[in-house]
Structures are given as C-alpha cells and as structure tokens.
C-alpha cells in the first residue's frame, strides 16, 4: 500500500524518527515521509512509534491508499527532498 | 476532490497561511491541512500560494484523491486538530 506519515513530535526525537523512517520511505519534506509499504512493515513502524514516542504530546498522521494511483501530488515552490543525499 | 496540503514555509508566514487555508480546509496538525474542495478552490489556493509564498525557499505539498474513500487515515498519540477551536 502507499503511505504517508507526517509527524509533529518533540524536537529532541526528531532526528531519531526521520532516522528509523528513511530505513522504510523516502524523506519528503520536514517531517514528511512517503512510500510503498506492506501492512507487516506499516504494523512494525506503528509499534515502533508506540514505543518512542510520547503519546501524550507527539503526534503521528498515517495516510494510507491501496495504490499510489489514488493518490495526485502537486508541489508548489522548492522540492526538500531534492537535499536528500546530504541530510 | 479530497485535499491534503502539507506545508514547510518560512515561520513569519505561517499564521497567514494557517489563517488562509482555515477558510477552505480543515487543520489536522501543526502545518497540515485536509478536506473536500472542488478543482477551483484548489486552484485559488494554489494562485494564493504561488502569491504568497517564496518559491526559492517555501514548499508545500498536495495530495489529492478523487474521494476521501481511497484514503484512510490512522493517528498515533494525540489528535491536534481537537485544539483547533483555541487557535
């Protein structure tokens, strides 16, 4: 399935979430990641955030469609993933 | 079309493009917003951006499915959207 996760954690876990994400998707904008994934993988990076993330305060947005092809994207001024390889 | 619109602009802006898209969309967390808007809204929204924003430096994000039922969203820790009456 193709997904996107947006997130708006405490600035301390940051580098560690966009860390452990680029191991699954690809690194979009500040905090947004997108790519293929299978329902095991998506299940493993909803336990992971389970785990590190503070549930009181962080928050995760999961956007799921079955396809890519559901899906459009538009990009209005510079593409951030362009800077991928030197993050 | 369902719309979802994720931005990274400079910080001096972003209370007027919040103040802007909460016209037309839902806030779901700090710099996302989403909801159903019709080809020509989204097509201001995108003119307003092309306006407002620095396309050397800002980006912003849409996704769009022809409905909200190709997509399904799950949430990890807290909802923000639920403050959006105190903004």
Redesign the interface.
């Known amino acids: 399935m193709y997904v996107?996760i947006?997130y708006?954690?405490d600035e301390k876990k940051v580098a560690k979430v966009n860390k452990y994400l680029k191991t699954y998707l690809n690194w979009?904008?500040?905090?947004?990641f997108e790519g293929e994934l299978t329902e095991a993988q998506l299940n493993r990076i909803?336990l992971w955030?389970?785990g590190h993330?503070?549930?009181?305060?962080?928050?995760?947005?999961?956007?799921?469609?079955?396809s890519q092809k559901?899906?459009?994207?538009?990009?209005?001024?510079?593409?951030?993933n362009s800077t991928d390889n030197i993050l």
């Not at 979009?28 to 947004?32: A, D, M, Y």
């Not at 559901?70 to 951030?80: M, Q």
């Open positions: 996107l947006v708006d954690v979009v904008q500040n905090s947004v909803m955030f389970k993330l503070d549930l009181e305060s962080d928050s995760v947005l999961i956007y799921t469609a079955s559901w899906l459009s994207k538009r990009i209005i001024g510079i593409e951030k």
